[in-house]
């Protein structure tokens, strides 16, 4: 009898949980607003190109000055702020993206970076798609991403400093993956492909790699993410090739 009465109260909730989950489907005026409301993987996947992580923050930026900067990334450049936000200061703007792969980063290339009007872009990607995060993908199609996204940002007047992927010689949650070939590979066609399209390259492996291709221990907690003096390693490198960027034509 007991469930009897409960019955049409619960049709009632079930009914209204399954009108609002309708609500996050489809076209909506505000998306972020939706997939705030989630969580965990629905949130992943409603988001897979994190689109959302900085709309906010990019709809309340001032107008951008004659020497905006946008570092674009995975974790390594989310955590680059954190660990050192000195960087970040006259219109230098991180914009990383912690796990994201290449093809994530190409979604919201417009959104972070090319509707913010920077003057110089560094790209900075690769670590993720080694690691398999959203699953199998080719060499030829991680080229691919970040060409799409060197093609873009310079059809739009946004000058490139291209970054090296940084020394990793195991992924702590990917264990069974060796990313060391993977990543010189990639390093040496990034070389070649700043080379080829007169990009700035900044090789930030060359100066955190230990003897054994992997990341200096001294400078990092986990062998993928620079500690507090391994950005202080990176800092000169970076402050380097962006004014070279600033003072490009």
Known sequence: M???????????????????????IGM????????????????????????????????H????????VIVFGDSITELWKIRDPALF?????????????TSQMLIRFRADVIDLHPRVVQIMAGTNDVAGNTGPISIGAIENNIRDMVELARAHHITVVLASIPPAA?????????PISPILSLNAWLRA??????????????????????FKAAWSADGVHPNTDGYAAMKPLAESAIGKALRAD
């Open 193 to 214: 492909l700043a080379k080829q399209d007169g990009l700035i390259y900044v090789d930030y492996y060359a100066a955190l790699v230990d003897d054994q291709h992997g």
């Open 28 to 59: 909506v005026d505000q998306p972020c607003v939706a997939v705030a409301a989630l969580a965990g993987p629905a949130r992943q996947a409603a988001d897979f190109g994190g689109l959302c992580r900085y709309d906010s923050e990019n709809a």
């Open 170 to 178: 195991k992924f702590t949650w990917r264990p069974s993956i060796e």
């Open 89 to 101: 200061t006259n219109d230098v703007l991180d914009r990383g993206v912690s796990g994201q792969t």
């Open 2 to 24: 007991r469930m009897m009465l409960l019955a049409p109260a619960l049709l009632a909730a079930l009914a209204m949980a399954g009108a609002a989950r309708a609500q996050t």
């Open 61 to 68: 930026l001032p107008p951008p000055t004659a020497r905006r």
